[in-house]
T-cell receptor, first 113, second 112 residues
């Protein structure tokens, strides 16, 4: 069975400081993992994906995530937060062949000026 | 705009009425997914199609929910005899075989 746990429901950072959004997964298979972002009144957008290639994955808007099998983690980071990063972020694990995707409960990122 | 479009964006209905949502996916995508999202939760899988075939349906869906994708193009999600617990955002996404989901902006259902 696949599942995702996002360890923080809310994260607040100051503009220009690093961002860390934590995600742990459980998977019966070699997982494919994703991060999506949802801005208010907008559709979900893919930030990055891991599909068993390089363990450090670079995404859009300066975000990165590192796949750590030993820790079953896929944390999302960004060196310097921008006001436009304020949104809700979802960690996602998929079944093989992308038949079904399991979303975490989301982390709301607040960026303070 | 060649993204995923959903209609209507917002539907208010009375309990017991039927509602139907439509999703137009990206034209070259052969996979289409429906998800439901309630406040404070992540999207929850409802069903998915590969071309016109409905390959999986969530056990959480009651018999009041039905989805179709005739000719492998647009899809409809119908909810019969709506209940207040059906109030949610209904999300549609399409995909090729790469695993990247492209989402519409959702259809928000409010059942009074």
């Amino acid at each position: 069975a696949q599942s995702v746990t996002q360890l923080d429901s809310h994260v607040s950072v100051s503009e220009g400081t690093p961002v860390l959004l934590r995600c742990n997964y459980s998977s019966s298979y070699s997982p494919s993992l994703f991060w999506y972002v949802q801005h208010p009144n907008k559709g979900l957008q893919l930030l990055l994906k891991y599909t068993s290639a390089a363990t450090l994955v670079k995404g859009i808007n300066g975000f990165e995530a590192e796949f750590k099998k030993s820790e079953t983690s896929f944390h999302l980071t960004k060196p310097s937060a921008h006001m436009s990063d304020a949104a809700e972020y979802f960690c996602v694990v998929s079944e093989p062949n992308f038949n079904k995707f399991y979303f975490g409960s989301g982390t709301k990122l607040n960026v303070k000026p | 705009d060649t993204g995923v479009s959903q209609d209507p964006r917002h539907k208010i209905t009375k309990r017991g009425q039927n509602v139907t949502f439509r999703c137009d996916p990206i034209s070259e995508h052969n996979r289409l997914y429906w998800y439901r999202q309630t406040l404070g939760q992540g999207p929850e899988f409802l069903t998915y199609f590969q071309n016109e075939a409905q390959l999986e349906k969530s056990r959480l869906l009651s018999d009041r929910f039905s989805a179709e994708r005739p000719k492998g193009s647009f899809s409809t999600l119908e909810i019969q005899r709506t209940e207040q617990g059906d109030s949610a955002m209904y999300l549609c996404a399409s995909s090729s075989l790469t695993g990247e989901l492209f989402f519409g902006e959702g259809s928000r259902l409010t059942v009074l």
